[in-house]
């Protein structure tokens, strides 16, 4: 086992010079990395907030408001479904968390039921309680729609995953790296953003729902009639950026979803700063046929319930492309981009709590990293000379090294974010590597003491160690990976670490090791163990 062999010998050069070549990049000054081939490796480890400083955010999120919207959407899916049967109804609209409407005609009433049973997804016969929506009648003619509690509750939890997703796309576009974006309780989040030194930006980007719509502008009444609070059903008023208020039709033509892209341009004649989008091809359908049929009448360009810009249809808009305007500033216009690329949240976010980091911080602790790992390897390596010399000592160490370089290698190839906490793992997995080459070394002593020649009592050691180093090691690695599926941020970046530790560890302890050995006799042929 201990003699050379060619396996060994290409997998100890491989592993060294990946862990030279993928650990060089966080060595060299960022002038000598970008003047380097493009083929080379150039990724560095990514520091965590405690390290590099930045910003920490605890938001949550509005289920309440998701609520309500779901009963205000229900409300205008129950209108347009009536009306297009032609179903005569009154008194439509919400009571107590519930959507109530009257059927005018008691003849018409069983029609009516068994279409919106259809329309929510309810079943038609049986059970009277759908997918979403419980359907209740009444002998004065009305029926009540309810939400069930377990919808709600599935659409909240789908709602605060969307908005992890969305606000990890818009940090994306920042520009910065490797986020923490995690879901904390029920209806939680918390973000934290390494190198983002302003947290009211990061707020600006994140909190606003950037919910996009295209509705028709209401002119069946007057300004002052819509001012006057005569506001016909279905139509709503909304403030607008060009001062004043624009009653617009609640049904939406086309929604921000059906965006493909939007990006921060200036308009050809004017010079103003404008936003470029494009629908998907429901969307430029959507788009291309209302517009061909309002010709003459205007539509209105809503941002999260404000009137950005309301223009005249000209002609039919078939494209499936437009601009926004509306007074934008590059940098404004720039940030509604990002804000469309990354699509709307489902509801709106409050900021629970915000803490900033300062880079000054975070240096000290990448010092204070860097002090107690020299000092644990200094220690480390007094150890091992003492204990075993300097040629199975200084072998132990070597191992060490190569286990040091393979870690950060993969930390940086896998650009995981390396936290105090992963710093504390690191200086732990290098504490404990040596304790296979102890178990080896041990080994070797006592089968040499019971009377076996050199290379039979080196064999023996590694062989007869292995059992107790794979059940040593598989618990910690199991324990790690326990706590990076159950624990949060620190907690995830100290399991991570340790293990890619553990990992590198058993391979240079043994791997690495028995090369090394095995070089030394085959040229030394020695009689007797210098450990003994």
């Not at 509005?62 to 609520?67: F, G, V, Y």
């Not at 607008?240 to 049904?251: D, F």
């Not at 360009?301 to 000209?314: H, T």
Request: hydrophobic fraction near 45%.
């Amino acid at each position: 086992m201990i003699a050379p062999s060619r396996w060994r010998t290409i997998a100890v050069l491989l592993s060294v010079i990946f862990g030279l070549v993928f650990s060089l990049p966080n060595v060299l000054p960022q002038k000598t990395l970008d003047s380097l081939p493009g083929f080379v490796p150039k990724q560095r480890l990514n520091l965590g907030l405690d390290l590099q400083g930045g910003s920490y955010l605890l938001l949550e999120v509005d289920t309440n408001a998701l609520r309500v919207e779901k009963l205000t959407n229900l409300v205008e899916d129950v209108r347009t479904t009536l009306r297009e049967e032609k179903i005569d109804f009154t008194d439509l609209g919400q009571v107590g968390g519930a959507v109530s409407v009257r059927i005018t005609d008691p003849a018409q009433m069983t029609a009516a039921t068994n279409l919106l049973r259809r329309s929510v997804g309810a079943p038609l016969a049986g059970s009277t309680t759908g997918r979403d929506v419980t359907i209740n009648t009444s002998d004065d003619q009305r029926i009540g729609l309810v939400f069930s509690e377990q919808a709600l509750v599935a659409e909240s939890g789908k709602a605060v995953e969307q908005s992890i997703e969305i606000i990890r796309r818009r940090i994306d576009e920042l520009g910065t790296k490797e986020p923490d974006i995690r879901r904390q309780g029920i209806d939680r989040i918390v973000v934290q953003a390494p190198g983002e030194s302003d947290p009211e930006k990061l707020k600006d980007i994140i909190g606003q729902t950037a919910k996009l719509t295209f509705q028709m502008v209401d002119d069946s009444v007057t300004p002052e009639e819509a001012a006057a609070g005569r506001i016909p059903p279905g139509s709503q008023v909304l403030p607008s950026e060009e001062g004043g208020a624009l009653l617009v039709k609640k049904r939406a033509l086309v929604t921000g979803e059906m965006l493909t892209d939007a990006s921060q341009a200036f308009d050809s004649q004017t010079g103003e700063a404008i936003v470029n989008f494009r629908f998907n091809g429901q969307g430029a359908r959507r788009f291309g046929d209302a517009t061909a049929q309002n010709l003459g009448k205007r539509f209105a360009i809503v941002l999260d319930n404000r009137v950005i810009s309301a223009p005249v249809i000209q002609s039919a808009i078939t494209g499936g492309s437009g601009q926004i305007s509306g007074n934008f500033t590059p940098e404004s216009a720039n940030n509604l981009a990002i804000l469309l690329r990354a699509g709307a949240l489902p509801a709106p976010l409050s900021v629970e709590q915000q803490q900033t980091v300062g880079a000054e911080l975070g240096a000290d602790a990448v010092q204070a990293g860097k002090i107690s790992t020299a000092v644990g390897f200094m220690a480390i390596l007094v150890f091992m000379l003492l204990s075993y010399g300097f040629l199975f000592g200084g072998i132990s160490v070597i191992a060490l090294l190569v286990n040091g370089l393979l870690i950060v290698a993969t930390l940086s190839v896998t650009q995981a974010t390396l936290t105090l906490p992963g710093i504390a793992g690191l200086i732990l997995t290098l504490a404990v590597a040596v304790d296979a080459n102890v178990l080896i070394y041990e080994r070797m002593r006592d089968e040499f003491r019971a009377g076996r020649p050199v290379l039979s009592a080196m064999d023996a050691g590694f062989s007869r160690a292995m059992t107790t180093i794979i059940d040593a090691n598989v618990t910690t690695i199991l324990a790690a990976l326990i706590m990076f599926q159950f624990g949060s941020g620190p907690v995830r970046g100290f399991a991570w670490t340790l293990s890619i530790g553990v990992l590198t560890s058993v391979f240079s302890a043994v791997v690495v090791t028995q090369f090394l050995l095995s070089i030394w006799f085959r040229r030394v042929r020695p009689k007797t163990l210098p450990i003994v």
